[in-house]
Antibody, heavy 125, light 110 residues
Framework: QVQLQESGPGLVKPSETLSLTCTVSGGSISSYYWSWIRQPPGKGLEWIGYIYYSGSTNYNPSLKSRVTISVDTSKNQFSLKLSSVTAADTAVYYC???????????????????WGQGTLVTVSS | QSALTQPRSVSGSPGQSVTISCTGTSSDVGGYNYVSWYQQHPGKAPKLMIYDVSKRPSGVPDRFSGSKSGNTASLTISGLQAEDEADYYCCSYAGSYTQVFGGGTKLTVL
């Protein structure tokens, strides 16, 4: 069973860079896409972006200028950096596996099947 | 890229059926058969309930079903149970390798 666990500082100062890491266990990070999704308190989910194990990335256009997602296959980890944060970036940040190909059927697909428990990051001085 | 539109809340009594709508555009919901639905209980991570519009992952009860017509996708829960009370989010592929979520719907089981 694939498991994901987010880690990183729970408090970040305004204008600084938010950094989180997601550790994948129970399976290899290879051959899949891996994503970050966030949820401000009391609000809905927002897709941030994802990375393929090879390193190729795609980001939410509204966050693209501030986001960097990277992968370390040797550690089975991928990471998120969000620069120039403000109070609006306060949220629970989830990492998730993104499936885009169903091996059993041979068809393309798009969904998030495994999620981490989430970690709250507060932006405050 | 705007969030998909969902009703803020829906409700139903145990045993009844409820339907949650998810409206997008021809650039997301209407353009691809890649709509997924997630259930989120308070303080928990979202859980995949439906993918590719109408497919159910292993372990999800067949009381949950999905469909799509034009730019609107729907999640129907039949035979409502108390444990179904949660927030539900739709999500669609939006082209150019991007995804967009709906604003979420709070389901109350009366």
């Amino acid at each position: 069973q694939v498991q994901l666990q987010e880690s990183g500082p729970g408090l970040v100062k305004p204008s600084e860079t938010l950094s989180l890491t997601c550790t994948v266990s129970g399976g290899s990070i290879s051959s899949y896409y891996w994503s970050w999704i966030r949820q401000p308190p009391g609000k809905g989910l927002e897709w941030i972006g994802y990375i393929y194990y090879s390193g190729s990335t795609n980001y939410n256009p509204s966050l693209k200028s501030r986001v960097t997602i990277s992968v370390d296959t040797s550690k089975n980890q991928f990471s998120l950096k969000l620069s120039s944060v403000t109070a609006a970036d306060t949220a629970v940040y989830y990492c998730a596996r993104y499936s885009n190909y169903d091996i059993l059927t041979g068809y393309y697909t798009r969904f998030f099947d495994y999620w981490g428990q989430g970690t709250l990051v507060t932006v405050s001085s | 890229q705007s969030a998909l539109t969902q009703p803020r809340s829906v409700s139903g009594s145990p045993g009844q059926s409820v339907t949650i709508s998810c409206t997008g555009t021809s650039s997301d919901v209407g353009g691809y058969n890649y709509v997924s639905w997630y259930q989120q209980h308070p303080g928990k991570a979202p859980k995949l309930m439906i993918y590719d519009v109408s497919k159910r992952p292993s372990g999800v009860p067949d009381r949950f079903s999905g469909s799509k017509s034009g730019n609107t996708a729907s999640l129907t829960i039949s035979g409502l149970q108390a444990e179904d009370e949660a927030d539900y989010y739709c999500c669609s592929y939006a082209g150019s390798y991007t995804q967009v979520f709906g604003g979420g719907t709070k389901l109350t089981v009366l």
